[in-house]
């Protein structure tokens, strides 16, 4: 190595790859971006063999509106499906789909806490003494 020449450290003379570590980073970020894509895929695979095209164009309004809802949603379907098995034969409605959006909604707001603030009054009776 000729430490006279700015150009050979750089150029990956001396045998080091400079680009290496940034190079495997973005092949491990594109990796994950294309297993992210496949299990995408095969979740809306499963989800078009259980869903009736009715169910399918309902989640996707909805996912207009509230994506995070309709993540929960299709998790779900294919956590029942697969718990209590399903029939190829018979997807699901759109009827039932609501009924079950209906469902998970009650149990929402009946885990979520409700807060509610009393103030007190401006000339309240206990402030003065007479």
């Known amino acids: 190595m000729n430490?006279?020449?700015?150009?050979?450290?750089?150029?990956?003379?001396?045998?080091?790859?400079?680009?290496?570590?940034?190079?495997?980073n973005q092949e491990f970020n594109q990796k994950v971006d294309d297993q992210?894509?496949?299990?995408?895929?095969?979740?809306?695979?499963?989800?078009?063999?259980?869903?009736?095209n009715s169910s399918i164009e309902r989640l996707n309004r909805i996912a207009l509106v509230k994506p995070d809802k309709v993540l929960q949603i299709e998790d779900y379907i294919l956590?029942?499906?697969?718990?209590h098995g399903y029939s190829p034969y018979r997807k699901i409605q759109e009827?039932?789909?609501?009924?079950?959006?209906?469902?998970?909604?009650?149990?929402?707001?009946?885990?979520?806490?409700?807060?509610?603030?009393c103030r007190k009054g401006v000339f309240d009776d206990d402030d003065y003494e007479f």
Do not use: H
Not at 79 to 83: I, M
């Open 3 to 24: 430490i006279s020449d700015p150009n050979e450290f750089n150029s990956g003379k001396n045998g080091s790859n400079n680009v290496g570590p940034i190079e495997t």
């Open 36 to 52: 992210k894509r496949i299990i995408e895929d095969q979740k809306r695979g499963a989800l078009r063999a259980i869903l009736e």
């Open 79 to 83: 956590r029942t499906a697969r718990n």
């Open 95 to 117: 009827s039932e789909l609501i009924n079950m959006i209906s469902m998970m909604n009650e149990t929402t707001e009946k885990s979520s806490s409700r807060i509610k603030i």
